[in-house]
């Protein structure tokens, strides 16, 4: 959560709403956007020095808008810089190791829950894929705007956004298609595991 939260304050400074936003409509196959997830992130952010805060008042309400601190830039900067480790835990998973446990009139309907709930993942998904108007169309205006929102201006130039939007993309089509990957392995599984008790089924009734 840590550095989630610190490479979204690279591109502007935000509050809590802000933030959980951001992971929600960016990261949601990633991390958890629970408030209570980011407030013990910034905490910590804070006690280290990597972040600070200014607080203002919008419409009578008194907010906390968090800034990335240039120990924090350098801390990010080492940390993205590491090699990638492969962390696929999904511990949902679990239930699925241990359904030879369950009753099998059950498994079927599990099965198929689990796959509609990665449709409805997967449609998210594509919604924000389709929100995207264009594609790295940036212009000097944009970047304007972009380092007025209190970002690490010195990241924001025109080159370094094209690679910043290049990744973030890309990990957008990962998520769409490891989404697309699951749904069609699921609904092959089901339908093997429906020839596997029907022939069961018919085995059984010969033997009587």
Known sequence: MDIIILGFLMIQASTIYEL??????????????????????????LNKDRITFKEQVEGGLNKKVYFITDNGIEYFQQA???PMLYKEKNMELSKFFFMGFTDKTKRDDLL???????????????QINDSIDSRYQFDDAVIMELKERGGAVDYLNLENVKDIAHFQYATLDL????????????KKFKARLYLMDSDNG????IEK
């Open 112 to 126: 198929e829950k689990y796959i509609q709930t990665l449709e409805e993942e997967l449609a998210s998904l594509e």
């Open 175 to 186: 998520g769409i298609e490891k989404a697309k990957f699951e749904i069609e392995w699921f």
């Open 20 to 45: 959980r936003q951001s992971i929600k409509q960016s990261l949601s196959t990633v991390s958890s956007d629970s408030t209570g997830s980011i407030q013990a992130a910034l905490k910590k952010l």
């Open 202 to 205: 018919k085995k059984g009734t």
């Open 80 to 82: 993205i810089a590491q």
